[in-house]
């Protein structure tokens, strides 16, 4: 059982992590921005010849696809205590940065956060470069609306936050604190 002073530090971590969300959640409205900017001023932005572009947009929507895959998966196996050496790493660096600022399982759940936040805000990345790489701004649009979707499903929760703490609390998750070298 979580104590109130642990659901406190856990309250107080979590606004941070809405805070980043927010702002992962702002930059596929850049990308589609840059779009606006960039396109009337590029005229020439075909190459590769007629095969590359779709070669491209199928491709890259693949790579879509498996980041999404990729994302649910690392939340799934983290929430149910078993969280990749990855997740790990970055909770430690974490841990190494703000040792007393951030509880153990809102550094874990932040760790997950950035993992999963940042491949989700990338499939907007993939519509800008394959725009740049000669497709029209509704590709462009789609990635970015995808990408949007993505974050709005991978949101942080507080449930999950204090379902990370029980699993640390009672010792399913076990965390090593010691800082990386680097």
Not at 1 to 23: I, P
């Amino acid at each position: 059982m979580l104590r109130q002073k642990d659901l406190e530090q856990l309250n107080a971590n979590f606004k941070s992590q809405k805070n980043l969300w927010l702002l992962m959640l702002v930059a596929p409205f850049i990308y589609l921005f840059l779009g606006y900017l960039i396109g009337p001023l590029w005229t020439d932005r075909t190459w590769g010849g007629d095969w590359m572009l779709p070669f491209m947009r199928a491709t890259l929507a693949v790579l879509a696809m498996l980041n999404v895959f990729v994302c649910w998966q690392a939340r799934r196996l983290t929430l149910a205590g078993r969280p990749w050496r990855l997740i790990l790493r970055i909770e430690r660096r974490l841990a190494a940065a703000a040792p007393d600022q951030l509880h153990p399982a809102a550094r874990l759940y932040q760790a997950l956060q950035v993992f999963t936040l940042g491949l989700a805000e990338s499939i907007a990345l993939l519509g800008l470069v394959l725009f740049i790489l000669g497709d029209g701004l509704v590709m462009l649009f789609f990635f970015a609306n995808a990408a949007v979707v993505v974050l709005i499903m991978f949101r942080p929760r507080m449930v999950e936050l204090i379902g990370i703490a029980g699993r640390l609390l009672s010792g399913q998750i076990k965390l090593d604190s010691r800082p990386t070298a680097s």
